[in-house]
């Protein structure tokens, strides 16, 4: 074998070195994330992290989370790459979030059911459409509803990608 090639291996078979850490709070007890990152980075993956998402009950509060990650992709391509996929399926959950209130909110103006109905089961998937008309009877009881049967936080993605990158989260959690 070349000589070169022991040299290319070396890389993979050296010891992971964080070069950046930062405090965070994760469910309110205090952690250090860290990482082959910078600090910063580190701070937008534990700010979009399912842990840290605020709850969506807005077009508006959906509009800030989906420039959040289009900023995000821009301003650190490196996580962005590293995490791509989970910001992918959170992007598809949050757009289909902002889509259902923009059709809750045109509801509200024009009360027109049927023209809500349409919009709604155009996002849901096949399954959750037979639920539908049932729970339209009480509009702010659907949106429960709309939301436990849209795609999921891809939790188990976050964390497989998180971990993939080599970045961990260090807790002492108190009971």
Known sequence: MPKWTYFLLLPLLAPVSFSGETKVNLFGQPCLIKGPFQKSELEIVHELSPAQLPEIRSAKVAQHLLDKIDSTEKKYPKIFQSLGAYFGRLKNRISTQKKYFEAFDSYLKNSNQKQFKDAVEKLLPAAAKEG????????????????????????????????????????????
Do not use: M, W
């Not at 009877?137 to 999921?152: L, V």
């Open 132 to 175: 539908v008309s049932k729970h339209l009877a009480k509009p702010s009881d659907f949106t429960e509803y709309f939301h436990q049967n849209i795609e999921p936080v891809a939790e188990t993605l976050f964390h497989r990608l998180i971990k993939a990158a080599d970045i961990q989260y260090e807790c002492q959690f108190e009971g």
